[in-house]
């Protein structure tokens, strides 16, 4: 199982990652910014020596030219970084004074041209100015060269930079204790949905009520279906489990007894008496536990979204009655199909079967010798089963609609027939009415939707 983690924290780390990815790439442009105004500034000074040298260049009578070098124009260039300045002088002629291993350009440009070199061995910033001394007849061209070394630059760049990482150090601090605290301000909610779970009890699967986020009302939407869901399961758990108790207390409470008196019968016939006696208690125990797990069964399917199927209802009907011809026959009842299909539904086929089980059983089981039990089936807009019997029929319709109730009659049962037949009509969108009196029969009539000709049946 994977280790729990702190969503404040991923939170906060990926946040900070972005924010230090930000800062990096705000320091790489701050350093630029930096060595840019460092040069600006140092090249003014550099630009301002390279003017005052070039003022000082004159022709002298025989025509040459003459430097008066203002050595107050290169003390500007000298700073607390001890950075070297260097000069040079160059008429048509060639070098006339200075350093004549300096680096200088022959850059035609009339405007001061700065560039970057190497002078025994250290970096150095290059101002090259090219001007003309006038004889009063002609004018003499020169190129005055000035260079100092990067020492100052690079201190003032490094000094600008430390300041601006350091305020943006703090900023970024700021920043990562605002993002704490906003980070969880934020998951709060979270903590208060945590707290309303935790203080519920345990039997409450009522739907949370807590205001949260929009991101997380989905989350919340989805457990109060789950509970609700969970809430439905557990009802017809406690549902089956209470009316289990119920109706298998009187038929085990037969059994024991039988058992007891097979065991203290005088005569064989006594203890084989008992043992039948006992043995139709199994019998009816079996059929009350089996509706009982159709009743859950359609709960469950009732709580749950049900995956419907196209089912020939005429074809399943015709099979369920072939199947009881033998029992309806035993019991002096003329059993009988009456339609033709195809009648198509949409529904789940065992519990349509257990529909038409029940129908028949029902009839069979109250009908009476000499009467006559058809199953009908029409097909137009909808679908209509109808099972019906020419018995003795029963004043009390609405009773024998209710769970566990067998109204007037004395036959064994559960009373749970019509009312799981209900269930399941209204399961698929159906329908069920029952008519009856004394003396002109009893029948049940179900109306389902029909299904799309279109779909493959299945049965």
Avoid: C
């Avoid at 990926?14 to 790489?28: E, R």
């Avoid at 003032?156 to 990482?165: D, E, G, I, P």
């Avoid at 198509?344 to 349509?352: S, T, Y």
């Avoid at 039990?373 to 679908?383: G, H, I, K, Y």
Wanted: hydrophobic share 50%; no cysteine.
């Amino acid at each position: 199982m994977a280790r729990p983690y702190s969503l404040r924290g991923r939170l906060l780390i990926w946040l900070m990652v972005a924010l230090l990815a930000v800062a990096a790439l705000a320091v790489i442009d701050t350093w630029r910014e930096a060595a840019d105004t460092a040069n600006s500034l140092s090249d003014r000074v550099l630009a301002g020596s390279v003017l005052a040298i070039a003022e000082r260049v004159i022709v002298t009578e025989d025509g040459a030219l003459e430097v008066d070098v203002p050595y107050v124009a290169l003390e500007m260039l000298t700073s607390a970084a001890q950075d070297r300045v260097f000069y040079r002088v160059d008429g048509p002629d060639g070098f006339i004074t200075g350093y004549q291993t300096l680096p200088t350009s022959q850059s035609a440009n009339p405007d001061i041209a700065y560039s970057d070199a190497m002078f025994r061995g250290d970096p150095i910033r290059v101002a090259v100015l090219r001007r003309a001394a006038s004889s009063g007849v002609s004018a003499i061209p020169f190129t005055v060269t000035v260079a100092e070394t990067t020492i100052a630059r690079t201190r003032l760049t490094q000094t600008l930079l430390v300041r601006s990482a350091i305020r943006l150090a703090l900023l970024i601090l700021a920043a990562a204790v605002i993002l704490w605290l906003a980070v969880g301000f934020s998951l709060a909610p979270l903590d208060r949905l945590r707290d309303a779970i935790s203080r519920r009890a345990l039997d409450d699967l009522s739907p949370i009520q807590q205001e949260v986020p929009r991101e997380v009302q989905g989350l919340v939407d989805t457990i109060n279906s789950f509970m609700t869901r969970l809430s439905a399961a557990l009802d017809a758990l406690r549902h089956f489990t209470g009316n289990a108790s119920h109706q298998l207390r009187t038929p085990l409470t037969i059994i024991r007894t039988q058992l007891a008196l097979a065991l203290r019968a005088e005569t064989p016939e006594a203890a084989r008496e008992a043992a039948r006696t006992a043995d139709d208690a199994v019998v009816h125990a079996e059929r009350i536990l089996a509706q009982l797990l159709l009743l859950a069964r359609i709960d469950e399917a009732a709580s749950d979204q049900l995956r419907l199927q196209v089912v020939d209802l005429f074809e399943l009907a015709r099979e369920r009655t072939a199947d009881y011809v033998v029992r309806a026959h035993v019991a002096g009842i003329d059993l009988g199909l009456e339609g033709a299909g195809p009648a198509l539904v949409q529904g789940d086929p065992m519990l349509l079967g257990e529909l038409l089980s029940n129908l028949i059983e029902n009839a069979i089981a109250y009908a009476g010798p000499g009467t006559e039990a058809t199953v009908r089936l029409t097909a137009a807009d909808e679908v209509v089963l109808e099972v019906a019997d020419t018995g003795g029929g029963t004043e009390e319709v609405a009773t024998v609609r209710r769970r566990f109730s067998r109204g007037d009659s004395d036959k064994p049962g559960a009373g749970l027939g019509l009312p799981i037949v209900e269930e399941i009509a209204g399961l698929f969108g159906g329908t069920m009415m029952v008519a009856s009196a004394p003396g002109k029969g009893f029948s049940v009539r179900i109306r389902l939707p029909r299904a799309k000709a279109a779909y493959r049946p299945a049965v």
